[in-house]
């Protein structure tokens, strides 16, 4: 792409069913998981700061986002691109998003287990403009907190360059200050891929172990076959910060998985002593019922 172009992509979708289906469209702009790989079907919830252009900003569907196919049949979706006059250098990464919407449901099925499934494709999509930079990687904010309900600490690693740095290992060793440099956490990570422009919230989870109040360090090395970047770090975790991640996190839960397991054991044991009595009044009655049949008849 050129500065000030404009160009017309378009997608035929095919609809293979015997009904009429719909089928939302979007388009995202790449961002960095937490699981560092470069993600293109969820939209991101925030961008770095050095993202000068957004994919979702310059690429634009024509007509409604949403479209109906007819059974059997096909529908052309088009975007526009519109790049600005712009001195940019390098990439924008995205992906255009096709999802299917099922029918509403009305009602559930007694017995049933009423599960839905969902459809959903996606076309990835790269813009090239001028030469591409070389890589540039900072590190962000260090900090205790949590990751899906996990306690840990966080390290968000920038690429602050508009280019794909790809297959990085990272070594990360984090350091009490106060207790005479002792290593309390070490991690380590292969194969991440981290989209242009963008923060790999880097997760280093704690366990069972819980986060202590204090001052850190952290030292981190990220390479791959091309480059090599050294981060050092100093962050301090407070005595609120530990205590309201602990707090919060899923392994303060109070319920051991043994305990889990004995309580299931137990319930599943009252069950079968329920169905036992159950059979046991339920032949007893029959056979009160039989005796008094053969005292009847033989008045």
């Known amino acids: 792409m050129k500065s000030g172009q404009t160009e017309k992509l378009q997608v035929r979708v095919y609809n293979l069913t015997n009904q009429e289906i719909k089928v939302q469209t979007a388009i995202h702009t790449a ?12 939209p991101a919830t925030s961008f770095d700061p050095s993202l000068r252009y957004k994919m979702s900003d310059i690429s634009k569907i024509q007509g409604k986002k949403t479209i109906t196919i007819p ?10 691109v519109k790049v600005p006059k712009t001195n940019f250098n390098g990439v924008i990464l995205g992906g255009w998003y096709f999802k299917r919407i099922d029918s509403k449901v009305t009602g559930n099925v007694k017995g049933a287990s009423n599960l839905r499934n969902q459809y959903s494709y996606v076309i990835g999509m790269k813009y090239t403009m001028g030469t591409v930079p070389a890589p540039e990687m900072k590190l962000g904010k260090v900090s205790a907190g949590l990751g899906n309900y996990h306690r840990g600490i966080f390290a968000n690693l920038r690429n602050t360059s508009a280019v794909i740095i790809p297959n990085l290992k990272m070594d990360t ?35 069972k172990t819980p986060l202590k109040a204090g001052h850190y360090h952290l030292h981190m090395v990220v390479k791959n076959t091309d480059r090599t970047w050294v981060f050092d770090r100093n962050f301090t975790i407070t005595q609120a910060q530990a205590n309201k991640y602990n707090h919060d996190a899923v392994e303060n839960s109070g319920i051991s998985v043994w305990l889990l397991v004995a309580l299931g054991a137990l319930g599943m044991l009252i069950l079968v002593l329920l169905i036992l009595l159950i059979i046991y009044l339920i032949r007893r009655k029959r056979k009160q019922d039989d005796e008094d049949s053969d005292a009847s008849n033989t008045k």
């Open 31 to 42: 961002w960095t998981s937490s699981g560092g790989a470069i993600e293109y079907v969820k």
């Open 71 to 80: 059974s059997k049949g096909s529908k052309l979706v088009t975007t526009t």
């Open 173 to 207: 060793k984090i350091t009490d200050r106060d207790n005479g440099a002792k290593v309390i956490k070490h991690a380590t990570q292969e194969n991440v891929q981290m989209a242009p422009n963008t923060t790999f919230r880097y997760p280093m989870l704690f366990g």
